[in-house]
C-alpha cells in the first residue's frame, strides 16, 4: 500500500484508502494515521477487515493499487468526527465508489 502522510504521520485527522485502480474510496478518521494504516493493512493482509467491500477489491487487485493518503489533519476529536461526517456525506454512495458501509 503506497502511502501519502504529507509530513503528518504522527498526527491524526481524516484519510482515504484509494484503490488507485477503481478509484473507489475508503473514508476514515484517527488520531494516528501512521497507526491507522498499520492496523488496516494487518486487518486486510489477514484478510480479517470487516468492510467486506474492501477486502474484497484488496484481494482481487493487490496491495500495491492501494494508496493511504491523508485528507486533513484536525487535532480536536469532535472536529475529526464533524469532518469525517462531512465527507461521507459528499462521497457515501451505497459501495459504488465509496467502500464505506454507512453513512
Known amino acids: 500500500m503506497k502511502t501519502e502522510y504529507k509530513n503528518k504521520s504522527k498526527h491524526g485527522g481524516i484519510y482515504q484508502i484509494m484503490n488507485l485502480s477503481n478509484k473507489r474510496i475508503y473514508i476514515g478518521s484517527t488520531k494516528n494515521f501512521k497507526e491507522r494504516k498499520r492496523q488496516h493493512l494487518a486487518k486486510l ?5 470487516p468492510n467486506y467491500f474492501l477486502q474484497r ?3 482481487k487487485c493487490g496491495e500495491e493499487v ?3 493518503e491523508v ?3 484536525k487535532t480536536n476529536k469532535t472536529e475529526r468526527i464533524k469532518s469525517e ?3 461521507l456525506d459528499k462521497f457515501f454512495d451505497k459501495q459504488k ?3 464505506n458501509l454507512c453513512p
Open 57 to 59: 477489491d484488496f484481494n
Open 71 to 73: 485528507l486533513e489533519v
Open 85 to 87: 461526517q462531512e465527507f
Open 45 to 49: 493482509r489477514a484478510g480479517k477487515h
Open 97 to 99: 465508489k465509496c467502500y
Open 66 to 68: 492501494f494508496l493511504f
